[in-house]
């Protein structure tokens, strides 16, 4: 079999089928790095990381793009409103993004910056205007010429027949509804950033940033563009145009979209109070491993709803499996042949491939490991696993580690990284009290008490006892007691 995936192109499902036998181009829409992520965008990202980690694993040779875009309507007003540059305001974001990625074991794609490439963009946007496709408003801003591209519409699906020629909008993301002619470049307003280019002073609009950016990279046709539903349109439908005006070819031959995630059943949203990002989840004792394993445990294409009840499902789901994998490693099983569990272990490695070359069906690969491993743990207590069954249920295990990499046990580091963050960013009573809740379940260990101790020691110091008792409250609510001693400060559990 080879591998399906659903195509919002074709509105179906289409066997892959790379342009260049099995070297696969991919595009990625990457974060707009004005905050920190949110559990939505990293539903995203994870998704695409096992669509990545799948392509690998089936055989293909895979270049794997994502952009950063480092400026956009919220970024130019944010960092004006904080006094900093662009640049100075997006770094930080950008940091932050790769350490979030790297604690969800996410594969890094190759990064690219839109600021690094103005004048490709501006290049770009000369050229369309050349063909037509593109005009200069009185101000110096230019717009996309949507009559002029009759398919436009092709991949949200959209009858844009009856348009009103001429109108525009100008703002990076717009109602659905909305068909207009688009920014491609804005020319500066009085004190926002700008860059000088051969078609003036301004900055790019969001969509053209992925179209020049992934045809620089991957050439003007490439074999999977992916991002979030929202994206479909106008971002993508965008891309396609500008591309497709640019290059007189097909852009994307099949583009995959993620579906959003819900929390608690509900759209997620700051006034709701259910917004997480992958910080506050962290921050409240939550490992890195279980949030992986959450959101790439429901299938893509299906709205994700995100729990704290699903999220405790998850850790036990990971221990159970680090459980077994430890049992093969340090129980004495009978020596002998491979038997059934080794011919179950060996069937499951089909199943598990067969679910995901179907159209990426991670609920189909894990319910098939799982089984195994029932069977298998059963087996074992009635000893009946033999010494030969162990290789097929290791590699059953490394096979699916693969593509949800949550076997290794490295949530603490991770976790701890964060905590460090928050102790520098100022956070630290917040964290604090998060982490009562992480002593709660599972023990403060000693680094993150001395962590605590000595920040309430600094606290002291500087006379600030409001804080120095809170922090001693909630080392208390986790057991532990602070003694100042001759010696100094020491702590010890109750
Ligand atoms: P942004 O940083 O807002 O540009 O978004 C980065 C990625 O996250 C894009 O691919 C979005 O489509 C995706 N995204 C944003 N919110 C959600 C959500 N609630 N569920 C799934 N994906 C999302
Ligand atoms: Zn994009």
Known sequence: ??????????????????????????????????????????????????????????????????????????????????????????????????????????????????????????????????????????????????????????????????????????????????????ALWKAPKPGEAFWETEIGPGRPGWHIECSVMSTMLLGPTFDLHAGGEDLVFPHHENEIAQSEAETGQPFVRYWFHVRFLLVEGEKMSKSLGNFYTLRDLVLKGHKPSSIRFLLASGHYRTQLNFTFDALKQAANSVERLRNFESRLKTERFAEGPEGTIGKLARETMGKMRAGLEDDLNTPQALGALFEMVRQANAAADAGQVTSGDVAPLQQALGQFDQIFAVLRDDDAPRMRRILDWAIADGKLDHAAKELVEVAGSNGLPDDQVDALVAEHERARKARDFAKSDAIRAQLAQAGIVVENTKQGVRWKRK
């Open 1 to 182: 079999m080879a591998l399906r995936l659903f195509n919002t192109l074709s509105g179906k499902i289409d066997e892959f089928i790379p342009l260049d036998d099995k070297r696969v181009r991919m595009y990625a829409c990457g974060p707009t790095v004005y905050d920190y992520g949110h559990i939505g965008n990293f539903r995203t990202f994870v998704a695409v990381d096992v669509l990545h980690r799948f392509l690998r694993q089936d055989g293909y040779e895979l270049r794997h793009v994502m952009n950063i875009t480092d400026v956009d309507d919220k970024i130019i007003r944010n960092s004006a409103k904080a006094g900093v540059t662009v640049r100075e305001y997006t770094r930080k974001y950008e940091q932050a993004f790769l350490e979030d990625i790297d604690t969800l074991s996410i594969e890094q794609p190759e990064l690219v910056r839109a600021t690094d490439h103005i004048p490709e963009m501006a290049r770009f946007i000369a050229q369309l205007e050349k063909k037509g496709y593109a005009y200069r408003t009185d101000d110096g801003s230019y717009y996309f010429r949507i009559a002029k591209f009759p398919g436009y519409g092709k991949l949200s699906k959209k009858d844009f027949s009856g348009i009103e020629v001429g109108a525009r909008v100008d703002v990076d993301e717009y109602d659905k509804d909305n068909a207009r002619d688009f």
